[in-house]
């Protein structure tokens, strides 16, 4: 069964904060990935990496960083925290896609529910 | 833009209905529609769909695509209170070096005893 932990499952942060959220998976997946999920907005994608030191903004990359130094690991980095980024945050991993593979779907962390105050 | 609207938003039924679950899509490149389930923690894979008119099943839950009008339908028979949670429909363009996820905001089910 794929694992994909994150580090914390509640955290409380003051605004202007520098905030790491941490995710790991153990399937050797390539691709990995940040969400965060708020009411009526649903998943929307923050970052992604598809490899080591490789990293592509999702759609709402704005006052978040993204570290990928080992494979296994993807960091999420909130360089000033502000109140609109509380919020539950995902991370997901999945295998790369090459053409003519099967297709995989992305499994999820339980989830980190951040608070900035 | 691309986007994925899933209906109802919400939904309350007892133990034994059966319910039905909409998911619409408009994405460019499409591959494939999933669906999950999510409790309080993490969403949990339940189906992967790329062929219309396939069905997917697995116990009393079951799924089928239409890639002619854009739309897949989750279907739960004889629901248990333990089917009560959030399913997100979400749809897989291709591009880039990976494929990304476009998340519809859920459909809330609260099976009532």
């Known amino acids: 069964d794929v694992k994909v932990t994150q580090s914390s499952r509640y955290l409380v942060k003051r605004t202007g904060e520098k905030v790491f959220l941490e995710c790991v998976q153990d399937?050797?997946?390539?691709?990995m990935f940040w969400y965060r999920q708020d009411p009526g907005l649903g998943l929307r994608l923050i970052y992604f990496?598809?490899?080591?030191?490789?990293?592509e903004k999702g759609d709402i990359p704005e006052g978040y960083s993204v570290s990928r130094e080992k494979k296994e690991r993807f960091s999420l980095i909130l360089e000033s925290a502000s109140t609109n980024q509380t919020s539950m945050y995902l991370c997901?991993?999945?295998?790369?896609?090459?053409?003519?593979?099967?297709?995989?779907?992305?499994?999820f962390g339980d989830g980190t529910r951040l608070s900035i105050l | 833009e691309d986007k994925v609207v899933q209906s109802p938003l919400s939904l309350v039924v007892h133990e034994g209905d059966t319910v039905t679950l909409n998911c619409s899509y408009e994405?460019?490149?499409?591959?494939?529609l999933l669906w999950y389930k999510q409790e309080k923690k993490a969403p949990t894979f339940l189906f992967m769909l790329?062929?219309?008119?396939i069905e997917k099943k697995s116990g009393r839950l079951s799924s089928i695509l239409d890639k002619k009008e854009l739309f897949s339908i989750l279907n739960i028979t004889a629901t248990q209170t333990g089917d009560s949670a959030v399913y997100l429909c979400?749809?897989?363009?291709?591009?880039?070096?990976?494929?990304?996820?476009?998340f519809g905001t859920g459909t809330l089910l609260a099976v009532q005893p």
């Open positions: 399937m050797d997946h390539e691709n």
């Open positions: 990496s598809y490899d080591v030191k490789m990293k």
């Open positions: 979400a749809v897989e363009g291709v591009g880039g070096a990976t494929n990304k996820l476009i």
């Open positions: 790329t062929s219309s008119g």
């Open positions: 997901a991993s999945s295998p790369r896609v090459f053409r003519g593979n099967s297709n995989q779907p992305q499994h």
């Open positions: 994405v460019t490149n499409f591959r494939s």
